[in-house]
């Protein structure tokens, strides 16, 4: 007999479960289960929460931010940021549990995204599943395509603020150029200028700094010290990108600068 059967009676179904696999899940004999289909061939069981059960705060405040991200932030490993260190404990759980699936939608994706048991079920219910994974998937690779390009490296002279929105230049000549240039976006807010101990002048706009200061600094601050190169690979940023990111925050008092590209929250 194998570990889960299926037993028919009229128009009825019943799975059937060894003791073995029984006990391996701790499945609950008083508790009500629900079996949902995640993709061809997978299937996930899930324990549904009993009538009049409220919810726990911390697992609200989970939810609230789960539903008020968009498909790109709900992407694994990237959701977890927005998360403190005892909502990612809880969030843990929640996967183990069901009530938050990894919601891969095709061997193609290396990622998966997380949702809700109920948004899967009004999914299921409405029919619109598969153009939910549709939408999710273009925006998916449209978000893989803008990390790559700018993951990749290439000589500081050709970074112009036109394209990346930052730039980096030694030349003192240059420097006062640039300056001049760009004067009144620099008086109004729009462009940040620097320059560090290592000799160069690095400028960025300020929606740009804006954008990956928080998730520079948070990733900073989970670690104990954190080499550039690490920060770049865990923040999909380019190293130069994020070394300017880092430079701002050294100044603003954030981080410090152990040694050489070894950096660590204030």
């Not at 179904?13 to 060894?18: D, I, M």
Request: proline share 1%.
């Amino acid at each position: 007999m194998g570990e889960i059967t299926i037993s028919t009676k009229g128009n009825q179904f019943a799975l059937l479960v060894s003791q073995r696999l029984f006990n391996e899940l701790e499945l609950n004999p008083d508790a009500n289960y629900e079996l949902l289909k995640a993709k061809k061939g997978v299937w996930v069981l899930i324990e549904k929460a009993r009538e009049g059960k409220e919810a726990k705060p911390i697992d609200k405040r989970i939810y609230s931010l789960l539903k008020q991200k968009s498909l790109k932030e709900k992407v694994e490993g990237k959701f977890e940021r927005f998360l403190n260190r005892e909502e990612q404990k809880r969030f843990r759980e929640m996967l183990q549990e069901g009530s938050i699936v990894a919601f891969k939608l095709s061997e193609k994706y290396k990622k998966a995204i997380y949702k809700t048991r109920e948004e899967i079920e009004k999914e299921q219910q409405a029919g619109k599943g598969q153009k939910e994974e549709q939408k999710a998937g273009e925006e998916i690779k449209e978000e893989q395509r803008g990390s790559k390009g700018q993951g990749k490296e290439k000589p500081i002279e050709q970074y112009t603020l036109e394209k990346e929105g930052f730039l980096v230049c030694k030349n003192e000549q240059r420097v006062r150029k640039i300056c001049q240039e760009l004067q009144k976006e620099i008086k109004e807010g729009q462009i940040k200028g620097i320059k560090s101990f290592d000799g160069f002048f690095y400028v960025i706009e300020s929606k740009l700094y804006n954008k990956h200061r928080n998730k520079v600094l948070s990733t900073i601050g989970g670690n104990k010290s954190i080499t550039m190169q690490e920060l770049a690979a865990k923040t999909g940023l380019s190293t130069l990108l994020a070394k300017i990111v880092c430079e701002f925050l050294k100044d603003e008092g954030e981080i410090i600068e152990k040694r050489k590209d070894l950096l660590q929250a204030v």
